[in-house]
C-alpha cells in the first residue's frame, strides 16, 4: 500500500527568532512521508538563509520566494504547488508535536473524514504555558454534514484556525485564500470549507502550540486593518442570513460579540467614520433582535451588552483604559462561573 503524502505549507515574513524551532518540529515529525513548502514572503532578516539550511539538509523541504504579499498569497503559492494527498498549514512562529500529522492522518482514515482537528495551547515567548483552547482533555465529536457552521462563530472547537487541522485535498479542490483580505483570511477560508465537507473529526490532544508573541499581528498596534476581522464576521454571518438560516442564531452570538470586542478599536480616533460606526450600531442591535433570549449568549457577553446600552463608550473605555484591561481576564473568569 503507497503512504499516503502530506502538504505542509509555512508561510515565513521576518520570523528569524522562531523559524528554526518551527522548521525543526516539523523535520522531526513521527510520520516522515511529507513535503513542506516554505513560502519565503519578501523577509529582509535572516529568515531566508534559515530556510535554506533546511532545504539543503532535507529533500522534502522547498523554498519558494514572493515580494511580501502577506499570508493569504504565501498560501495559496503553496496550494498551488503542493503535491500531497493531505494538506496541513503551519505558522512560522508556532511549533508542533513530532507526532501531529501521524495523530491527525489516523483520525481522517479511522473516521472516513475530510478534516481532522487536534487541540493547540498558547504560550508566552519563554514557551510558558498561557491557556489551551479546550479545557475538556480527550473531548472528541464526529462533526457531519454542515455541522461545523453551527459551532463557527463560537471560535471555540470548530474555529477560524488554520494550523491545527489536516485536510483532505479534495476538501480543498480549488479554493482559495482571498489575498485582499488580510486579517480573519482563515475565517472565511474555513467557512466555505465547512460548508462542503460531510465528516470532521475533533478530538482533543494537544499537537499545536500558539505562541503569542509581542511582535505578532494580534498584538500590533491598532489600526483599520483590526476592524477587517470584524469585517470578515460581516460577510459570513451575511451568507448564513442567506444560506444556513438554520444557525442564524448561533452565528448572531458569536457576530454579536465579535462586534462588541471590536469597540475597542472603534471610537480610537481616525479609524472609522461617524457613518462607519452607525453602520456596526445598527449590526449589534440586528444580532440582539436575532439572539437576546438564547442561552448560547454568556454573562460576559451580556455585560458588554449592558455596557453598550448604558453608552457604547463604555466599552471603549473597558477594553482600552489600562486598570481595566489588566483585571479584564480576572472579569471573565469570574462572570462566567
Known amino acids: 500500500m503507497i503512504e499516503p503524502l502530506i502538504s505542509i505549507i509555512v508561510p515565513v515574513y ?35 538563509k534559515i530556510i535554506n539550511e533546511f532545504c539543503q539538509k532535507d529533500n522534502r523541504f522547498s523554498c519558494y520566494y514572493c515580494e511580501n504579499s502577506g499570508p493569504s ?42 478534516l481532522s482537528i487536534c487541540g493547540y495551547s498558547f504560550l508566552d515567548e519563554n514557551k510558558q504555558f498561557i491557556r489551551n483552547n479546550d479545557d475538556e482533555e480527550g473531548f472528541s465529536h464526529l462533526y457531519l454534514n454542515d455541522e461545523c457552521l453551527k459551532y463557527l462563530f463560537e471560535n471555540k472547537r470548530i474555529n477560524g484556525s488554520l494550523v491545527n487541522k ?60 483590526d476592524v477587517e476581522q470584524i469585517e470578515v464576521f460581516k460577510r459570513v ?34 479609524i472609522l467614520s461617524k457613518k462607519e460606526i452607525s453602520m456596526w450600531n445598527n449590526e449589534i442591535d440586528k444580532c440582539l433582535r436575532i439572539c437576546h433570549h438564547s442561552k448560547k449568549l454568556s454573562q460576559f457577553t451580556k455585560l458588554k ?7 457604547p463608550k463604555l466599552l471603549y473605555y473597558f477594553y482600552n483604559f489600562a486598570p481595566l484591561k489588566k483585571y479584564k481576564i480576572l472579569i471573565k473568569k469570574l462572570i462566567n462561573r
Open 305 to 311: 451588552i449592558l455596557l453598550y446600552k448604558i453608552n
Open 166 to 225: 489536516l485536510f483532505k485535498k479534495s476538501s480543498i479542490g480549488s479554493l482559495r485564500f482571498n489575498e485582499s483580505i488580510s486579517r480573519c483570511e482563515d475565517f472565511l477560508f474555513l467557512y466555505d470549507v465547512y460548508k462542503n465537507t460531510r465528516r470532521v473529526i475533533y478530538i482533543n490532544e494537544i499537537k499545536y502550540y500558539v505562541i503569542e508573541s509581542k511582535n505578532s499581528l494580534m498584538r500590533s498596534t491598532p489600526s483599520r486593518k
Open 237 to 270: 454571518f451575511d451568507l448564513y442570513e442567506k444560506e444556513h438560516s438554520v444557525y442564524l442564531i448561533d452565528a448572531a452570538c458569536g457576530y454579536l460579540d465579535a462586534i462588541l470586542s471590536g469597540y475597542k478599536y472603534f471610537l480610537i480616533p481616525n
Open 14 to 48: 521576518n520570523r528569524e527568532k522562531t523559524i528554526r524551532y518551527c522548521l525543526e518540529s516539523i523535520r522531526n515529525q513521527s510520520f516522515k512521508n511529507i513535503e513542506v513548502l516554505v513560502i519565503d514572503d519578501g523577509s529582509i532578516d535572516s529568515s531566508s
Open 73 to 114: 498569497h504565501a498560501r495559496n503559492i503553496g496550494l498551488d504547488n503542493c503535491k500531497g494527498n493531505y494538506i496541513g498549514f503551519v505558522d512560522s512562529d508556532d511549533y508542533i508535536s513530532t507526532d501531529m500529522y501521524e495523530f491527525l492522518l489516523r483520525n481522517i482514515i479511522e473516521n472516513n473524514a475530510d
